[in-house]
């Protein structure tokens, strides 16, 4: 439930304006931990929730046609970190395995989603000048995603451990009784 619970935060953090905050949405880390916690038959939720979302907020919020061979490699990259997440952090999740998650999650976004872009737009030369000056470009998104994502796992695998150590502090706690004087 609390996987299905991010992934509603996740496209809610889409949907929900947000100028100035290139990214910043709980995409990243949510994918991380649906595929931490979920099956892989499962994953195929939040691949359409998210390509729902990438649909209506193309057509509705930017007024572009939907041309679905650009999305391509977003979509495939939502896939990749679930199976990121199921490989990495589904048998055993410690802070290090979380950390290289939340670190290759963003970055592997950061390099697919901006090679495409250099390759199918006319935006930037077929140069490798081109490829610097369009990967410059996005270096405010990726630290955005890479922030967000970090926050988004943090969170997600890290609350539940914390609570898990208060509940055990408490039953191993003494138990002091006090005995009536008198």
Known sequence: MP???LLLV???SRLLPHAGWFNFTAVGGALLY???????REM?????ALIATDYALTVYSYHYTFVWQGYVPTWAWYLMAMVLGQILLHARTTVVR?????LL????F?????????VGSITYPHSLSGLVTCYAAAVPFYRNDLLSTAI?????????VLVRKMNASRTLAPVTTSVPRG
């Open 3 to 5: 996987a299905y619970l």
């Open 10 to 12: 996740a496209v809610l």
């Open 34 to 40: 649906f595929g931490a916690r979920r099956s892989w």
């Open 44 to 48: 195929l939720v939040p691949l359409a």
């Open 98 to 102: 979380v950390g290289a998650g939340v």
């Open 105 to 108: 999650g963003p970055t592997s």
């Open 110 to 118: 950061f390099v697919v989603s901006n090679y495409a872009v250099w």
């Open 152 to 160: 988004v796992a943090g969170l997600a695998f890290g609350v539940p």
